[in-house]
Nanobody, 124 residues
């Protein structure tokens, strides 16, 4: 199995940027897809972005295209989420997820492993 630890969250002003990281450990020699999700208290967790093991396939929530970029460095077993032009509505706990597969996974229920999450707060 794989263990996931997020970092990089914090407080940022509207229009600012943050880069989240998700470090994987454990059985990282096998191919695994990665994704980012976010959740606001009282609301369902929503899909943010996903990337395949090969890095050739990415997917984003329609509302976030152009502002968020997902990437990964398999040598470092780390996935990143670059968030630009942040808005107060981006405030949430962001969590990364993993699934052993060559493809890409965008559905929350299909992921097998989750990190604890990191808080992102965008002030107005």
């Amino acid at each position: 199995q794989v263990q996931l630890v997020e970092s990089g969250g914090g407080l940022v002003q509207t229009g600012g940027s943050l880069r989240l990281s998700c470090a994987a450990s454990g059985r990282t020699s096998s191919s695994y897809a990665m994704g980012w999700f976010r959740q606001v208290p009282g609301k369902e967790r929503e899909f943010v972005a996903a990337i395949s093991w090969s890095r050739t396939i990415t997917s984003y929530a329609d509302s976030l295209k152009g502002r968020f970029t997902i990437s990964r460095d398999n040598a470092k077993n780390t996935v990143y989420l670059q968030m630009n032009s942040l808005k107060p509505e981006d405030t949430a706990v962001y969590a990364c997820a993993a699934k052993y597969t060559f493809g890409i996974v965008t559905i929350e229920s299909q992921y097998d492993y989750w990190g604890q999450g990191t808080q992102v707060t965008v002030s107005s």
